[in-house]
C-alpha cells in the first residue's frame, strides 16, 4: 500500500511540519511519501502529479490558507483516481467535522486533531480489517450516515520519532524555513485563538529538542521559525534553550512567539548581554491595549509589563521585534482601534503587523459570534466584515491603514522620514497612515504596482497635496531615506539634483584633494576623484544630519550629504560636510 502526505504551502520556502511529524511516527511499519505543493501551483500540476505516484492512500494537511485549492485538488482526484483513499486533517477541518464530510463527498476519512496515531492506525486498518470504529480520532461516512470516534488521548511528544532528520529535507534546508516544536499547547484561552481549546501544555525531552537543533545546524539550515504557541511560558526551559542557541548557532536564525509582559527582567538583561545579534527574532501577539475587549476575549495582559519587554529588548538592540495586531476584535470600535494602534506603534518595533479577526472553526468567539452581531466570510479564511460597533465601512479604512503599513514602515523604505511625519507633522502615527491610505486609494495605486522610487514620489505628491509644513525637511529626510536603500549606486533619482553637474564635478575634486574636511572615516577611504565619480552621488540638506538625531533636530543649517555606495562591500555610507555654506550658499 502506498501512502502520499501532502499540503498546500503559502510559499515555496515554507515547510509543513505536520507532514514530517506523520511520516515519522508511521515508519517503517508503513513507508511515507512526502510531497509538498504551494497555493499558486495550477491545480492540474498538482493532480498530475499526484497521478504519476499512483498512491492508494492521500493525506492533506488542511489548513485556513489552503483549504479552497485543497478542495479543488481532491474534487479532480477523485475523478481520476476513483479507488484512491482520501484523508483530511489539520486544524481547519478538526472542526466542524460532520459538516465537512456531508459537504465534501470526495473525502473518505478526516483526522480530527493530533494525527499522528490516528493517522497510522487508520493505515493499519486500511491494509487489514477496515474497522474503523476501533480508531480514535477518526471520522468517516457509513453509507450515507457520517460517524465520528470518540477523540484520541494525547500523545506523550517523545513518543514521536524526531521529524527533522529526513534525507530527503537536507538539500533544501538552507533554502526553505524550517519549522520546529518543542511544545504543544497554550496556557491561556484567547477566544479567537484555536490553541485556547487544548488544554495544558505538553514539552518534548530538552535534550533531545538540542540534539535536533544542532543536527539541523550543523546540516545548513538558515531559519528556525519555533511554532511554540508561548515559548517563554516555562522560564528555566526557554533560557536553556537561549544558551544553547547562543554558542551553536553558527549564524542560524531563530524565531520564537513570546508572551511578552510575562518576561523576566533579568532574561532579558541576559539576552541584551549574550544574545549575538540579529539571531533571534521575537513574535509578540499584543492584538488589543483595550481593557474590556481582552476581558471579552478572555485574553489575559499586562501592557505596561508589555511595555517594559519591548523597550529592554529594543534597547538592547540584539532582537528584532514583530509585534500583531487584531482589528475587529469585540468593542473595539473604529476609534478604540486607533487608540490600540497608537499605544503599539509608540514603541517602534521592526514590524507591526496589522490583521484583521479571523472567525476560525472552533473557536469560542465564532461560536458566541451572534453576541457581538458578527458578519463573516462564509469561507476561508472567514474574516469579519463588520460586527455591531464596527461596519464594513470602516474596516475597509483600516485596510488603507494596514495596506501602506506594510509599504513604508514595516519594509523600512524611509525610517527618518516615517518617524519624522508621525512626531512633528501629523496628529498620530494612525492619522498619518489612515490619511496617506485614503489618498493612495483616490489615485488608484492599490491597483497597480510600484517601483522604490514611486513610493518615494507618491509620499510627496500626498504631503504636497495636503499643504504639509516643512516640506524642505521632509524632502531632504527622503534623500537620505532613498540613499540608505541602495547598495550600489543608483542610475537615476525620485527628485532632480539641486546642483549642476558642474558642481557636483568641483566638489567632488575638492573632496578628492580635501577629504579630511568631511572627517576621519571618510579620509580612510582613499577614494580619488575617479573613485568618487563612480561610486558616490551628492547632494544638498536643508538641515544638519547630526543634529537632526536630537530631540530639537531642525537647524538651519545647510551641508553637503555625501552618499558612498561600497562596491565590494555592497553597503552604502553617508557623511556630511560643512562644505556647502563655504563656497556654493
Known amino acids: 500500500m502506498k501512502t502520499v502526505v501532502t499540503t498546500l504551502n ?135 450516515e457520517v460517524i465520528i470516534n470518540a477523540p484520541r488521548p494525547k500523545l506523550k511528544l517523545d513518543d514521536i520519532p524526531t521529524p527533522y532528520r529526513f534525507d ?83 549564524g542560524c536564525v531563530f524565531q520564537f512567539e513570546i508572551t511578552a509582559d510575562i518576561m523576566r527582567p533579568e532574561v532579558l538583561e541576559f539576552l541584551n548581554e549574550h544574545a549575538p545579534k540579529g539571531i533571534f527574532r521575537f513574535e509578540i501577539g499584543v492584538q488589543s491595549t483595550n481593557d474590556a475587549t481582552n476581558e471579552l476575549v478572555q485574553r489575559r495582559q499586562n501592557f505596561q509589563k508589555l511595555t517594559r519587554t519591548v523597550t529592554m529588548v529594543k534597547e538592547g538592540g540584539k532582537i528584532d521585534q514583530h509585534l500583531d495586531l487584531i482589528a475587529g476584535l469585540p468593542e473595539e470600535d473604529y476609534h478604540s482601534f486607533r487608540n490600540t494602534f497608537n499605544d503599539v506603534f509608540a514603541l517602534r518595533a521592526e514590524e507591526l503587523q496589522l490583521g484583521f479577526l479571523k ?51 514595516n519594509d523600512h523604505r524611509m525610517d527618518m522620514t516615517i518617524n519624522y511625519l508621525v512626531d512633528k507633522e501629523f496628529a498620530s502615527p494612525f492619522d498619518f497612515f489612515q490619511e496617506f491610505g485614503d489618498y493612495w486609494e483616490s489615485k488608484g495605486w492599490s491597483r497597480i504596482g510600484h517601483q522604490l522610487e514611486d513610493l518615494f514620489t507618491r509620499l510627496y505628491a500626498f504631503l504636497e497635496a495636503r499643504d504639509t509644513q516643512n516640506l524642505q525637511i521632509i524632502r531632504g529626510l527622503m534623500m537620505v531615506d532613498y540613499f540608505k536603500n541602495h547598495k550600489h549606486k543608483p542610475r537615476k533619482t525620485w527628485w532632480g539634483f539641486s546642483l549642476s553637474k558642474e558642481q557636483q564635478s568641483s566638489y567632488l575634486r575638492e573632496l578628492a584633494d580635501q577629504p579630511q574636511r568631511v572627517n576621519e572615516d571618510f579620509a580612510s577611504l582613499q577614494l580619488n576623484e575617479k573613485d568618487l565619480h563612480k561610486h558616490t552621488m551628492i547632494e544638498v540638506l536643508p538641515f544638519s544630519l547630526d543634529s537632526f538625531t536630537e530631540d530639537d533636530a531642525i537647524v538651519d543649517q545647510h551641508e553637503l550629504l555625501i552618499a558612498y555606495f561600497n562596491p565590494k562591500s555592497q553597503q552604502t555610507s553617508l557623511f556630511t560636510t560643512s562644505l556647502v555654506p563655504s563656497t556654493m550658499m
Open 10 to 144: 503559502a510559499k515555496y520556502i515554507h515547510t509543513c511540519l505536520a507532514l514530517r511529524c506523520l511520516k515519522a511516527y508511521a515508519e517503517p511499519e508503513f513507508p511515507i511519501e512526502m510531497v509538498e505543493y504551494t497555493i499558486k501551483d495550477p491545480i492540474m500540476n498538482i493532480v498530475s502529479d499526484l497521478f504519476e505516484r499512483k498512491p492508494n492512500v492521500i493525506g492533506f494537511s488542511c489548513y485556513i490558507w489552503n483549504i479552497e485549492e485543497t478542495l479543488k485538488v481532491i474534487e479532480m482526484l477523485r475523478k481520476v483516481m476513483p479507488e484512491t483513499k482520501i484523508v483530511l486533517g489539520g486544524p481547519e477541518v478538526s472542526y466542524d467535522t460532520k459538516e465537512w464530510l456531508e459537504t465534501t463527498a470526495d473525502a473518505d476519512f478526516i483526522v480530527v486533531g493530533e494525527g499522528e496515531e490516528t493517522f497510522k492506525q487508520l493505515l493499519e486498518e486500511l491494509s487489514t480489517t477496515s474497522k474503523f470504529h476501533m480508531v480514535f480520532g477518526l471520522a468517516y461516512r457509513k453509507g450515507e
Open 168 to 250: 530527503e529535507d537536507l538539500a533544501g534546508l538552507t533554502k526553505r524555513v524550517t519549522y520546529f516544536e518543542t511544545s504543544r499547547g497554550c496556557p491561556y484561552s484567547c477566544q479567537f485563538c484555536l490553541s485556547s481549546i487544548e488544554v495544558g501544555v505538553r514539552y518534548v525531552d530538552i535534550d533531545r529538542v538540542k540534539s535536533d537543533l544542532l543536527f539541523l545546524i550543523e546540516n545548513g539550515t538558515k531559519l528556525i521559525k519555533f511554532v511554540d504557541r508561548t515559548f517563554n511560558i516555562k522560564r528555566d526551559y526557554a533560557l536553556e534553550i537561549f544558551q544553547f542557541l547562543i554558542d551553536n548557532h553558527q
Open 359 to 409: 472567525m476560525l472553526r472552533g473557536t469560542g468567539l465564532r461560536l458566541r459570534a451572534e453576541d457581538h452581531q458578527y458578519v463573516y466570510m462564509n469561507h476561508a479564511p472567514y474574516e469579519i466584515l463588520s460586527n455591531n460597533i464596527l461596519p464594513f465601512s470602516d474596516i475597509v479604512r483600516i485596510k488603507r491603514v494596514e495596506d501602506v503599513l506594510e509599504k513604508y514602515w
